[in-house]
């Protein structure tokens, strides 16, 4: 194999590992939101505080 090769190789299983765990964290992201009840989408921490799916902090 040489290094051109050796290079794309790694790039493309770089890159599928990047989307296996994109589509892991997406995933994480719906059951939180399925479970935390609320219906805008945003998540709230122990001490009520959170963060819009917007990324805005919400009280």
Sequence with gaps: MD???ALADLRQTTF???AVE???VAK???LVRKFSGSSDGSV????????SRHGS???
């Design 44 to 51: 709230r921490g122990a001490q009520g505080e959170g963060f």
């Design 28 to 30: 994480c992201v719906k």
């Design 16 to 18: 599928s590992t990047v």
């Design 57 to 59: 902090r919400i009280q």
């Design 3 to 5: 290094r051109v090769t």
């Design 22 to 24: 994109a589509n892991d």
